[in-house]
């Protein structure tokens, strides 16, 4: 049974930062390759960032490169997301996804595992 925690969520003033943990309960979590995406009310699921499962390959939407990281720490089974230079936009629930091939995908439906999500709320 694969399953992604999500935490790290809050409330926090725009011009801030978080940083966001999910801990996948695997057996085997180096084989999964891991994305986050997020969810604004009104709106359709969206990809945030992605990283290959040896960590090497990441990639991110427009709207957040140079605002956000993501990295993993396959000892810990988890995936990070720090995100800094926050925006009212950027208010949503943040879900990661797992799913076990080499490098992320951008679509939703192509992953396996998900969280059960946290919220981020930027305040202007």
């Known amino acids: 049974q694969v399953q992604p925690v999500e935490s790290g969520g809050g409330l926090v003033q725009a011009g801030g930062s978080l940083r966001l943990s999910c801990a996948v309960s695997?057996?085997?979590?180096?084989?999964?390759?891991m994305g986050w995406f997020r969810q604004a009310p009104g709106k359709e699921r969206e990809f945030v960032a992605g990283?290959?499962?040896?960590?090497?390959?990441?990639g991110y939407v427009d709207s957040v490169k140079g605002r956000f990281t993501i990295s993993r720490d396959n000892v810990k089974n988890t995936v990070y997301l720090q995100m800094n230079s926050l925006k009212p936009e950027d208010t949503a629930v943040y879900y990661c996804?797992?799913?076990?091939?080499?490098?992320?995908?951008?679509?939703?439906?192509?992953?396996?595992?998900w969280g059960q999500g946290t919220q981020v709320t930027v305040s202007s």
């Open positions: 695997a057996r085997t979590f180096s084989i999964y390759s």
């Open positions: 996804a797992a799913q076990p091939r080499d490098f992320y995908t951008i679509r939703s439906r192509e992953y396996d595992y």
């Open positions: 990283i290959s499962r040896g960590g090497g390959t990441t």
